[in-house]
């Protein structure tokens, strides 16, 4: 890419610069062709399928590094939990019991009612809202524990109903994160299993003998587990798999670029395929933001500095386009999981935003709000998926089937057109079916 800072750490690049080649990289970052990765992975959904817990435990000790001497052993039992909340301190239980009331009430707010309207007299027609038998939800636990996405997950599927939940997650030596198991006890998850990866997807895609088969899989992983949920599509409802994290901030010359600076970086540190953009219409204050990066990317600890400083090396920059106008432009061309707005009259300018994951408006609303506690889900579409689908909601664990009342007068009034075009297309069945409920009794 056509740098035009001196400094290599934090690149700035003139939109009006961008080859094509080097837009695509930006624009696809990441994002995994499932199509790389299918060969190495379909043996595993394969073996899962045809021997369940033999090939299960021989995948978790081969990935996840964890020996089980029995297939029993990889479902959380109870002692486990009640040691877990003996473990973490009094502040982080609190802090979590606070974001799942958050989490609670916002999903609370999106279930949709249940509702009949009569499009005609003697037709009447409705939509049910029913929830799904049992989830599947995932968890990683890979670079780091997280609480935060077991809670997204599973408050929400619980606000909307579903009645049976489990979490795969892998553990560390046959062990989870306290904090983890809290929160899911906390949410109201009834099974807990320590399998991670490739095969944890397989498992609950599938079912074994002690992982149950759900009807849908919601939670994010790497490039493998999004593979995975990708090709488990015919076998279990999968909304969208989401990929590594990123976030774009979209800020003028009246941003604090310190500001900026740690929104651009906050996304970018959670691994080295994430990605952390700025977008902004002024050189002389993208100037300003990258002197603040580099400071703040020297402070930071590892393994996060170096996550950063590798995606800064791939898909994170500073862009400047020549207006705001096409910063927003190309906000909505990258379609970010994240993005962050700190501009003059920025909630004028969130009405201009069509593709993004969540958007976090003004100088006070940072994406670490979102990602831990403000409410909306957490989980959200990556790679540019943001043009076309959301993040996970109480919709993600819905089924909302049709329905049709209609009384022996109103299919009377619909007789002539029902025959008309079931006539047309074909099919004098369905003529008949409407038909038969006319004629005479016939007598035995």
Known sequence: ????????????????????????????????????IAGKISPILKDIKL???????????????????????????????????????PQLLKTIRRCIRNVNKFAKTQLAKEYYVQIEPGLIAGRRVVPIDIAGLYVPGGKAVYPSV???????????????????TPSKDGKLDPATLVAADLCGVDKIFKIGGVQAIAAMAFGTETVPKVDVIAGPGGPYVSAAQKLLREEVRIDFPPGPSEGMVLADTTANPRFVAADMLQEAEHGPDSAGIVVTDSMEFAEKVRKEAVELLEK???????????NLRKYSCIIVAETFGDAIDFVNEYAP??????CKNARQVLKRIKNAGTVCVGE??????GNFIAGPNAVL???????????????TFLKKPTVEIVS??????????????????GFPTHTYSVDVRFEKKRRC
């Open 1 to 36: 890419m056509k740098c035009v800072s001196k400094n290599s750490e934090v690149k700035i690049i003139k939109l009006s610069s961008f080859s094509e080649a080097e837009r695509a990289i930006v624009l696809t970052r990441s994002k995994t062709d499932i199509l790389d």
């Open 51 to 89: 021997n369940g817990n033999k090939a299960l435990i021989k995948y978790i000790r081969k990935f996840d590094g964890a020996e089980f001497d029995s297939p029993k052993d990889i479902e959380v039992k109870q002692p486990e939990i009640q040691e877990a909340y003996k473990t973490i301190p």
């Open 150 to 168: 077991m809670v997204m997950l599973a408050a929400t599927a619980r606000a909307a109903g579903v009645k049976n939940i489990i979490v795969c």
């Open 300 to 310: 930071l600890p590892e393994p996060r500095k170096g996550y950063v400083k590798e």
């Open 337 to 342: 999981e994240h993005l962050q707005i700190t």
């Open 364 to 369: 006070y609303s940072p994406m670490s709000v």
């Open 381 to 395: 579409p990556t790679g540019g998926d943001a043009k076309f689908i959301s993040g996970v909601s109480v919709d």
């Open 408 to 425: 022996k007068k109103g299919l009377g009034r619909l007789r002539k057109d029902i025959a008309c075009i079931s006539d047309f297309e």
